[in-house]
């Protein structure tokens, strides 16, 4: 509302500037129509093209774009004789500009959704102390590991969040772990890796040493009867999964690395869970016959539910929180969670995220045995 104010007086100062006040009605009216339908499009644009929008430079192009097409309008306003246009339009464009700006300046829309409790504030990671945590944090993890039973088929787990700066990932990584072993008794067999702002000693980080290490260290207990359950939840964009938290340096993981990683590990028969924007792009890499890979959206799909202070995604609360309570085959409990978040999907009028499951010829019969046991 401080901004609409500021936007109208500008427009009521520059017209009394140039005599045109006839206009007003139609400027205000005009002006606000324009400026809802740019909001749409830089919405739709945000939310659908975040590969474009990833640096400030993209956002900075939609902005600047957005404002000539508002001075456009307001200067087109003005039409008249070719010496009185001129003169007009500049002294219109110049009191339009700095109105503007005092409006984004100092009425920041941005500042309402913002917590200024002093206390609710997030300290400074110390990123020395951070690094030298890692090798005693990811120490005891690995000692924490139990070890396999010869013949017996068992699972060990990964659980990642890749995001350091909305809760939900990390809340999902150990939401996922409990269920994990609720549900094939997995609690001593896997290993957590997060990033987080907010608790950035709880976990080993999850960037991609930690991540290759973490495989390295499964692959090396995992027998031919065992399975392996990799879920990895964070941001994502075609062919790349966010291991972001700017402060460390880390860097995303695309599909190849991932790839690599598991094939150096000598991971065997595996459940692999991407859930993520565009997570689909990664299932051509990473099928293989013992493996079966879940994403969370196809590749050309966002997916949604990313938020600060959220317990689960929309995917993640529909396949673990849902399903997988319910029902331990990974297969049929996918199939339950499509369905869910298609529904969710529907009722709150969003594109539809699509998630896409790909079954190898030889995982059926493990994950038999493992359900078995």
């Known amino acids: 509302m401080a901004q609409a104010a500021v936007v109208v007086a500008g427009l009521v100062l520059g017209l009394a500037l140039v005599g045109r006040m006839e206009l007003l009605a139609r400027a205000v009216t005009a002006l606000f129509l ?13 939310r659908e093209l975040p590969q474009i929008l990833a640096s400030g430079r993209g956002l900075g192009l939609l902005q600047g774009l957005s404002q000539t097409a508002q001075l456009a309008l307001v200067v087109w306003l003005l039409r008249g004789p070719r010496a009185e246009w001129r003169r007009a339009g500049l002294v219109m464009a110049a009191v339009f500009l700095a109105t503007q700006q005092l409006a984004q300046g100092w009425f920041r829309a941005d500042l309402l959704y913002v917590r200024k409790d002093p206390a609710a504030q997030v300290a400074p990671v110390d990123i020395e102390a951070l690094y030298a945590a890692q090798e005693q944090l990811f120490g005891a993890q690995v000692a924490a590991l139990g070890p396999g039973q010869a013949e017996e088929p068992e699972v060990f787990a990964l659980t990642l969040g890749g995001t350091a700066d909305q809760s939900v990932f990390l809340s999902e990584v150990e939401g996922v772990a409990a269920i994990l072993d609720a549900a094939y008794d997995a609690g001593g067999r896997t290993l957590r890796l997060a990033n987080s702002r907010t608790a950035p000693l709880r976990y080993p980080m999850a960037n991609r040493a930690n991540l290759a290490r973490a495989l390295v260290e499964i692959g090396r207990r995992q027998g031919p009867e065992d399975l392996a359950f990799l879920f990895l939840t964070s941001h994502g964009q075609k062919d790349r999964f966010a291991l972001d938290f700017p402060e460390a340096g880390t860097t995303d993981l695309t599909a190849a690395d991932f790839a690599r990683m598991l094939r150096e590990a000598g991971i065997g028969p595996a459940v692999i869970v991407l859930s993520a924007c565009f997570s689909g792009s990664f299932l051509d890499d990473l099928a293989a016959p013992d493996r079966l890979v879940i994403t969370a959206a196809r590749g050309d799909r966002t997916s949604f539910g990313c938020r600060d202070g959220a317990e689960w995604t929309e995917f993640g609360q529909s396949l673990f929180d849902r399903a997988l309570r319910v029902e331990a085959d990974p297969r049929k409990a996918f199939r ?24 190898g010829a030889e995982i059926g019969a493990v994950l038999d045995r493992v359900l078995a046991r």
């Open 34 to 46: 324009l400026i809802a339908l740019i909001d749409i499009s830089m919405w739709t644009a945000v």
């Open 336 to 359: 339950a969670a499509a369905e869910d978040v298609a529904r969710k999907e529907v009722a709150k009028g969003l594109t539809p995220s699509v998630p896409r499951i790909r079954e």
